[in-house]
């Protein structure tokens, strides 16, 4: 039977907490001495560690996710006051309900019954609030070492299905035949693919790069692309709101929009290729469509759709939970729709 992935982990971890909670309840009595000691622990000891325990958890799987790995602090200092309050108050009841069952070298007293349980609480507050706060340390230090990782793997795979010999044997032939027909286009071709191998092998390698850059290079890509299809295919591309403003990682866009080129182009007929780019607020989106087009032979169709593998992984580590993509396919026309929350 396959061994599920964590599954070991998990059950360490509970085993732990299980075995320190018993090891807090029991270790006690090995310091009392005399039998109504024990007894009164084991009655009122037992349950204000309970308590204790409770509030623990409390503030180790509620309260530190929910409002202060969120930045809500006001919220969480509420929340740890109305915890607080409310294992006094258990405290209080206990005490009440068992004040008659163990004699009591010790009067009731209500304002002290009331707050003996703050220390322990405050016990329970610094150990779960050090812990939670120590794991999210190594959980985010290990999520950035796999995503510079994995960034490192898709920028490798995207050079090698782009800045290969047949993208640029064919670059550099329709330019070739620009300049024998002295086209005034030959010197703004080779300024694209000088554009767009300089953003690749150099931009590329930053942490993160201006949208407006981004966007440069998409219709460089664009411009080049150009050059070798016929008048047939029609493309459409355009941005709204202002670039310039956003920040985003380099190269995440881009297998889309060489997704769309690569069977969105008919030599046959009419072809088209729309590209959007909307900054509103906090989101980003971005929509590329294009028509399947219809080939006959063979195709390369185990690389096809590594690009579209990559780049989901990559927004899977730098976006988690903050952003939406979709991919629509009725068998004529192929649509991607990415929204990113900033």
């Known amino acids: 039977m396959e061994e599920i992935p964590g599954l070991r982990s998990k059950s360490y971890t509970v085993l732990i907490h299980i075995l320190v909670w018993v090891a807090f309840l029991l270790v006690p009595l090995v310091f009392i001495e ?44 509420l929340m740890l006051l109305v915890g607080l309050i409310a294992i006094s108050g258990l405290n209080l009841l206990f005490a009440v309900s068992t004040s008659g069952l163990i004699e009591h070298h010790h009067p009731f007293n209500f304002w ?50 782009q800045v290969n010999p ?31 191998m300089r953003y690749m092998l150099q931009d590329s ?20 692309q150009r050059l070798r299809l016929p008048e047939t295919v029609k493309i459409d591309f355009s941005t709204e709101g202002r670039p310039e403003l956003y920040s985003i990682e380099p190269l995440l866009l881009i297998p889309f929009v060489e997704n769309a080129f690569k069977h969105g182009v008919s030599y046959k007929g009419l072809s088209e290729i729309k590209i959007r780019l909307i900054c509103a607020g906090q989101t980003l989106s971005f929509v590329v469509e294009n028509h399947i087009a219809k080939r006959h032979g063979s195709t390369d169709e185990q690389g096809s759709g590594i690009g579209l593998k990559n780049v989901m992984r990559r927004l899977e580590l730098l976006y988690p939970g903050k952003h939406h993509l979709k991919i629509s396919d009725d068998g004529g026309q192929y649509k991607v729709e990415l929204d990113i929350h900033f």
């Open 112 to 161: 002290r019954t009331v707050f003996f349980p703050f220390y322990p609480a405050v016990m329970a507050f610094a150990l779960s609030s050090s812990v939670r706060i120590t794991m999210e340390w190594f959980k985010n230090e290990r999520q950035k070492k796999e995503m510079e990782a994995e960034k490192l793997s898709s920028e490798l795979a995207f050079l090698k299905s």
């Open 205 to 224: 390698k930053d942490e993160k790069v201006s949208l407006e850059k981004e966007m440069e290079y998409l219709q460089s890509y664009i411009e080049l």
């Open 166 to 196: 047949h993208f640029l044997f064919n670059i550099l032939n329709n330019i070739c035949s620009l300049a024998r027909k002295k086209s005034d286009e030959t010197e703004n071709a080779i300024i694209k693919l000088s554009q767009i």
């Open 34 to 77: 005399s039998a109504t000691g024990r007894e009164r622990f084991m009655l009122m000891g037992w349950f204000q560690q309970l308590l204790m325990a409770a509030y623990f958890y409390y503030n180790f799987l509620f309260l530190i996710p929910r409002f202060l790995l969120r930045k809500k602090l006001g919220f969480y200092f």
